[in-house]
Nanobody, 118 residues
Framework: QLQLVESGGGLVQPGGSLRLSCTGI?????IGWFRQVPGKGREGVGC????????EYADSAEGRFTISRDNAKSTVFLQMTSLKPEDTAIYYC??????????????WGQGTQVTVSS
């Protein structure tokens, strides 16, 4: 049983950066980052594998977001740069076997709010 906890969300101006953290990941699961806005389903942002640290990103995140993991600290990071107002959402980390499909993830954090606004 994993207990994932996200942190690092907040208010940032357009063009700014934030780094989200997800602790309690264990070292054997692929970790995905998702985001959700009211009235919509969870959108996959990207994921990182448990073994070689390979990553995949959604088109909306490619080139702006970077996922990394520190297995010694059981933590995964989502570094977000060049943030846009449309990045505003609740961001979740999840542990499982997939990448962009929420149904492939068994464990979820409680989410952290990211607001991009001037």
């Amino acid at each position: 049983q994993l207990q994932l906890v996200e942190s690092g969300g907040g208010l940032v101006q357009p063009g700014g950066s934030l780094r989200l953290s997800c602790t309690g990941i264990g070292n054997h699961y692929k970790i995905g980052w998702f985001r959700q806005v009211p009235g919509k389903g969870r959108e996959g942002v990207g994921c990182i594998s448990s073994d070689d640290g390979s990553t995949e990103y959604a088109d909306s995140a490619e080139g702006r977001f970077t996922i990394s993991r520190d297995n010694a600290k059981s933590t995964v990071f989502l570094q977000m740069t060049s943030l846009k107002p449309e990045d505003t959402a609740i961001y979740y980390c999840a542990a499982g076997a997939g990448c962009f499909s929420p149904g492939m993830f068994r464990y979820w954090g409680q989410g952290t709010q990211v607001t991009v606004s001037s």
